[in-house]
């Protein structure tokens, strides 16, 4: 196309170079008449007409020639060209082998002469050959800077392209964190910017998806724990001891199948959470959450079931957003792992204390209870350890939690009587630095005595 489109503009400027030089021979050819028909107006001598001729220079072949003056003459004009030259009495430039002949009438009183300046093909063609040779110059060049230029563009869409097909191969084998830079034509960048807006959705659509999962699950565990205490509030299972009869026997296997099967469906919902939050935190990374807003809104599923068990509860501090750097899911199952302590190791109606406090650069939040609290806090912390029977990662969830906010959880006596459990966190909008535990402590006690809020214990619909 490029090809073409010198083609088209240099031939015509060869055509009109061309033309100008024929233009110009015949120009000069002209100035050399001039000379000869300025002669003959003041005098038809021979002599005179000859030195005149002589004056104009040039090859002797191109020099002027005079017809009609009644001397011979050795023109190259034909005689029909040189009678129409003087019947019409106007220049005429005719073709003759060799080149061209210039025939420029003088009158001479009765008679009609006739001048003929002859023109070579060389002279005609003067140059023309250099400027052809010029232009295909020209055009060769352009057409090489064409290819390149067109080499470099098809190696810039090629090369976008490629990365685009890479990246959508790879987001179809499951990498959506795979981003491409647009590069190339304004299609195939829009394109690019196309495909990274739709990665980016894709992960926050798998997202969403998956922390949805790890909150129903977390949904299921409040009547779970429901269950289990009733389950718990049965009889005895034991049917190794006594004599029962078969209806006791069967009334006993069924309790029995029930604690177990209680307990195997808070196993998989255990591992549906854990499961669904790794997933969110690998694909998410570091995030920050409000310790008040989480707190808050699992308070609202632990109150139903300590109206159930009429425990009086308090909420201290969590009225201010309190950013800690961890997500909400993840804080969100530490907290039920130590709530869900408290109603499980605690009596039906023992009271409960939830706080969030902020200070020295760590937040700490402090989980206390009235119960019987925890005879060795050491052994509780270690992982798949418990004096109560169980898994015993209930702390460890929480521990793992603080362990990732740069913090740590402490277990000591609560004011109340029981266990006070303390997880601290890093505050991610402040310098954090060593500070003593017990201080957090001791302010979070004084806040709570100087809170005008009173005990309050669950209260049913009608009230």
């Known amino acids: ?58 090859a002797p ?28 009495r106007r220049t005429l430039v005719t073709e003759v082998p060799g080149g061209v002949s210039r025939l420029e009438p003088v009158v001479l009183g009765d008679r009609v002469a006739v001048v003929e300046v002859f023109i070579p093909d060389a002279v005609l063609t003067r140059g023309n050959g250099s400027t052809w040779a010029l232009l295909a110059l020209v055009a060769l060049s352009l057409v090489v800077a064409t290819v ?71 949904r299921l565990r409040t009547p779970l724990t429901v269950l289990r205490l009733d389950a718990e509030a049965l009889e005895s299972d034991d049917t190794s001891v006594g004599s029962f009869s078969e209806a006791e026997l069967d009334r006993r296997r069924t309790i029995r199948r029930i604690r177990q099967a209680i307990v195997t469906l808070e196993g998989e919902v255990d591992v549906l959470i854990k499961t669904a939050r790794k997933t969110v935190a690998q694909e998410t990374g570091p995030s920050t959450c409000d310790a008040s807003e989480v ?17 009086p509860y308090h909420v201290l501090g969590a009225q201010l957003r309190i950013p800690v750097p961890v997500p909400r899911a993840e804080l969100a199952a530490a907290l039920d792992a130590v709530l869900g302590n408290v109603f499980r190791y605690t009596p039906q109606g023992t009271a409960f204390e939830v706080a969030v406090s902020r200070r020295d650069g760590y937040v700490a939040i402090r989980v206390d209870d009235a119960g019987p609290g925890i005879v060795d806090p050491d052994r509780a912390l270690r992982r798949g ?30 004011r109340l009587g029981g266990a006070s459990v303390v997880m601290l966190l890093a505050d991610p909008e402040a310098t954090p630095r060593q500070v003593s535990r017990f201080g957090l402590v001791g302010r979070m006690a004084r806040e709570r005595d100087t809170v005008s809020r009173r005990w309050s214990r669950p209260r049913s619909s009608g009230d």
Request: neutral net charge; proline residues 3%; charged residues 25%.
């Open 1 to 58: 196309m490029t090809t073409i489109v010198a083609l088209t503009f240099l031939i015509p400027l060869g055509i009109t170079l061309a033309q100008e030089h024929r233009e110009e021979a015949v120009a000069d050819a002209a100035r050399r008449s001039a000379l000869v028909t300025g002669a003959l107006a003041v005098d038809t001598d021979p002599a005179v007409v000859a030195r005149a001729v002589e004056a104009t220079g040039g």
């Open 61 to 88: 072949a191109t020099r002027p020639v005079v017809h009609g003056l009644g001397t011979p003459t050795t023109g190259r004009a034909a005689g029909a060209d040189l009678a129409r030259a003087g019947t019409d």
């Open 148 to 218: 390149i230029v067109v080499d470099r563009l098809a190696a810039r869409a090629v090369g976008s392209a490629r990365t685009l097909v890479r990246a959508a191969l790879a987001v179809g084998n499951g990498d959506l964190g795979v981003r491409i830079e647009p590069t190339g034509p304004r299609e195939l960048a829009e394109a690019g910017y196309a495909f990274n807006r739709m990665a980016d959705r894709l992960v926050t659509f798998r997202t969403d998806e998956r922390e949805l999962v790890a909150d129903l699950s977390h």
């Open 295 to 311: 707190v808050r809104d699992r308070m609202v599923f632990w109150a139903a079931l300590a109206g159930d068990q009429n425990r």
């Open 385 to 414: 350890t418990s004096d109560q029977g169980s898994t015993g990662l209930g702390l460890d969830i929480a521990k793992r939690v603080a362990l990732q906010a740069n913090g740590s959880v402490s277990i000591d006596r609560a």
